[in-house]
């Protein structure tokens, strides 16, 4: 363990040598608590630990019939797994909802088509137009005659 310039002991500290052309002119130390930026984090350093360490709470020890120890997630944990897993991206939510509403908006702006009976409504009533009287008068004829 050294010493730090800050006052900290460590293990963890570094020293710097400062030159001015080309000559040695002096020393600093820096440790973790002084220069946090110069280092890495400590979660970096950490140990990677299985979830049944990290979460004991949430698994439960039992014994194989070799003797080895197993570790089961109780029902709950698996609930909140499950949860986890089917929870609908919000990024896709939004994302569906946008092209919806571009559809929506696409569809008002196009021209509304017909039923078939509204086509024959429209037919049988423009027939009528045509064969009356003041339309013969003014020499309109139906398409085709
Ligand atoms: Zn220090």
Same mark, same amino acid.
């Given at each position: 363990?050294?010493?730090?310039?800050?006052?900290?002991?460590?293990?963890?500290?570094?020293?710097?040598?400062?030159?001015?052309?080309?000559?040695?002119?002096?020393?600093?130390?820096?440790?973790?608590?002084?220069?946090?930026?110069?280092?890495?984090?400590?979660?970096?350093?950490?140990?990677?630990?299985?979830?049944?360490?990290?979460?004991?709470?949430?698994?439960?020890? +039992?014994?194989?019939?070799?003797?080895?120890?197993?570790?089961? !997630?109780?029902?709950?944990?698996? &609930?909140?797994?499950? @949860? =986890?897993?089917?929870?609908?991206?919000?990024?896709?939510?939004?994302?569906?909802?946008?092209?919806?509403?571009?559809?929506?908006?696409?569809?008002?702006?196009?021209?509304?088509?017909?039923?078939?009976?509204?086509?024959? +409504?429209?037919?049988?009533?423009?027939?009528?137009?045509?064969? !009356?009287?003041?339309?013969?008068? &003014?020499?309109?004829? @139906? =398409?085709?005659?």
């Amino acid at each position: 363990m050294s010493k730090c310039d800050c006052g900290v002991e460590s293990f963890r500290i570094r020293t710097i040598f400062h030159e001015a052309n080309g000559r040695y002119v002096g020393q600093t130390t820096e440790c973790p608590q002084c220069a946090p930026g110069s280092f890495e984090p400590q979660w970096l350093r950490d140990k990677i630990v299985p979830a049944y360490e990290a979460y004991p709470e949430r698994y439960r020890k +039992s014994y194989s019939e070799d003797g080895a120890v197993c570790y089961t !997630s109780t029902d709950e944990a698996r &609930a909140d797994y499950e @949860a =986890k897993i089917l929870r609908p991206n919000p990024d896709d939510v939004a994302a569906k909802e946008k092209a919806l509403q571009r559809r929506r908006e696409w569809a008002k702006s196009q021209p509304k088509k017909l039923t078939s009976a509204q086509l024959e +409504s429209i037919n049988s009533r423009r027939q009528q137009i045509l064969a !009356s009287p003041a339309a013969q008068a &003014a020499g309109v004829h @139906a =398409k085709g005659e």
